[in-house]
């Protein structure tokens, strides 16, 4: 794997300090500064905005205009000129529910970190030898959540996760006390019918609970 740059660093840092990622489904980019304000007034500066809707690629536009120092990356991220929008379009950090080498080339031509989607040894080793910056173990609860990423520890042990996909504040703290998982990716505290019914305060109320939670089982 190549080395990472100092931009790279310290976006990966920035999320595993976080420990939890919104991940964003917006059915409207006129939303984005709400959901923007709501995040940060919850303690959380970091999301990623998928590419599920026609709006994704505008939100992430719009808030790294709006907001320059938020981490704001791209999710859904499926293809070689997906990788090339959302990274023309201010994508600090690169998001892929699957392990595609041309994504994978983009994001580290742009010098961009990347996460690509795994959950089989297979697809983890492909990823890693592809060069990705932390796999996204997705969908973690459907393919065996924890003991799996407890199994991944033996044969990856120098390989850092994010698993995504069934995480809540139910299992967040068990999921974060493995060494081998820097964050959660997440979608209970930005569902989609929180954003439609225009629910910003619980948006940042549900914020505010994941980080307490998250610096608790760090702090374990």
């Known amino acids: 794997m190549d080395a990472m740059t100092e931009h790279e660093t ?12 919104p991940v964003v489904e917006l059915p409207d980019a006129d939303a984005a500064p709400a959901l923007a304000e709501a995040l940060m007034a919850g303690g959380m500066d970091a999301a990623e905005i998928t ?3 026609a709006a994704g690629l505008d ?4 808030l790294r205009r709006r907001y320059p120092d938020m981490l704001v990356g791209a999710g859904t991220v499926r ?15 690169v998001v892929s ?34 060069g990705v910056d932390a796999v996204k173990f997705f969908p973690a609860q459907a393919m065996g959540g924890i003991p799996v990423l407890r199994a991944f520890a033996g ?28 964050a959660c990716g997440g979608t209970w505290m930005v569902a989609p019918r929180l954003i439609v019914e225009e629910r910003f305060d619980l948006v940042e109320e549900l914020t505010r609970a994941a980080l307490a939670i998250a610096a608790e089982a760090r702090d374990a």
């Open 10 to 21: 310290t976006a990966l840092a920035r999320i595993g300090q976080l420990g939890v990622l």
């Open 51 to 53: 590419l599920r809707t």
């Open 59 to 62: 939100t992430i536009r719009s």
């Open 79 to 93: 293809t070689r000129e997906d990788a090339e929008r959302v990274i023309d379009a201010g994508a600090r950090f």
């Open 97 to 130: 529910p699957g392990t595609n080498v041309e994504v994978i080339e983009v994001a580290r031509a742009a010098g961009t970190p990347v996460l690509a989607g795994a959950c089989t040894p297979t697809e983890v080793d492909a990823a890693v030898r592809a």
């Open 155 to 182: 044969p990856f042990g120098d390989v850092s996760f994010v698993p995504t996909g069934g995480i809540s504040p139910a299992n967040l703290a068990e999921y974060l006390s493995l060494p081998n998982v820097i």
